[in-house]
């Protein structure tokens, strides 16, 4: 059986997973509507990394015999009107994410639950990763400029972005 603490903890950052999948989705139509379909792309591979990592945690809770409570989502809000704007904020919202799996893991650590440590670890490992990805993109959008052949290759490399399932834990 998990700590009350930490199940809140684990139901808090569920939530917090579901909206970033809810405000991904809400950032992709700003490039549909700018027909640019790679950053499309990214965000949809984005919106599925998101929903499995609330789905993996939503799982682990389970298993640890939690009670899952599902807190409503938020509307999602971002006030970028361009890409590099909203690169911006995703930095700056993944930044949040990596906060709040920190606070996760720091109740897990008060409380010794060895097993959410090493389940953590993963989520720990995955938000380098996530703030990795979305530097490269804002570098290169830096780069870019107002350069719109540019913006159009860049557009071009986010299209080969491909989903992969992760192994969660």
């Known amino acids: ?3 009350e603490k930490l199940e809140k903890e684990f139901n808090i950052q569920i939530n917090k997973e579901l ?3 809810y405000l ?12 640019l379909m790679g950053f499309v792309n990214w965000f949809d591979v984005q919106v599925q990394e998101e929903h499995a990592h609330a789905i993996g945690m939503f ?8 009670k899952i409570e599902l ?7 971002f006030s970028g ?3 590099l704007e909203i690169f911006e904020e995703v930095l700056k919202h993944e930044q949040y994410v990596t906060s709040r799996i920190n606070a996760v893991y720091d109740v897990a650590e008060e409380v010794r639950d060895r097993a959410a440590m090493k ?20 570098s290169t959008l830096r780069l870019i400029g107002d350069d719109k052949n540019a913006l159009l290759l860049l557009d071009k490399d986010l299209a080969t972005r491909v989903f992969t399932a992760p ?3």
Do not use: C
């Not at 807190?71 to 809000?77: G, N, R, S, V």
């Not at 389940?119 to 804002?138: R, T």
């Open 71 to 77: 807190l409503p989502i938020d509307k999602p809000e």
């Open 19 to 21: 909206y970033s999948e």
């Open 81 to 83: 009107k361009t890409p």
């Open 119 to 138: 389940f953590l670890d993963w989520y720990i490992d995955e938000q380098v990763e996530e703030e990795a990805s979305v530097d490269g993109v804002l």
């Open 167 to 169: 192994v969660i834990g």
């Open 24 to 35: 991904y989705l809400a950032m992709k139509t700003y490039f549909m509507e700018q027909n």
């Open 1 to 3: 059986m998990i700590n």
């Open 59 to 66: 799982n682990y809770l389970n298993e640890r015999g939690g």
